[in-house]
């Protein structure tokens, strides 16, 4: 089992920038990629970014340029530094690991609002 905990989420206004983070413990072996999910209301969890072990990176495509995918292994983190925010940004941002024997992990969620 692998737990994730998320932080950071908050209201920013059009064109801020935030930082989200997310730490795991458990059964970090297990974990082959980390990454990012977004749901907004009325609408279906989408991919916002993944970064595997081995450095292969995705993004979105409402997100490319503007949002950016980190890890830190000896911290068991992953962060998603947002920039130029809109307010189409606005939902509850979700951890997501990938695991071995094609396992999946999710946080408890975080809630990004992009208002004026």
């Known amino acids: 089992q692998v737990q994730l905990v998320e932080s950071g989420g908050g209201l920013v206004q059009p064109g801020d920038s935030l930082r989200i983070s997310c730490a795991a413990s458990?059964?970090?072996?297990?974990?082959?990629?980390m990454g990012w999910y977004r749901q907004a209301p009325g609408r279906q969890r989408e991919l916002v970014a993944s970064?595997?072990?081995?450095?292969?990176?995705r993004y979105g495509d409402s997100v490319k340029g503007r949002f950016t995918i980190s890890r830190d292994n000896a911290k068991n983190a992953v962060y998603l530094q947002m920039n130029n925010l809109k307010p189409e940004d606005t939902a509850v941002y979700y951890c997501?690991?990938?695991?071995?024997?094609?396992?999946?992990?999710w946080g408890q969620g975080t809630q990004v609002t992009v208002s004026s």
């Open positions: 997501n690991v990938e695991a071995t024997n094609w396992s999946e992990y």
């Open positions: 458990g059964s970090i072996n297990v974990i082959l990629a």
């Open positions: 970064l595997s072990n081995g450095g292969v990176t």
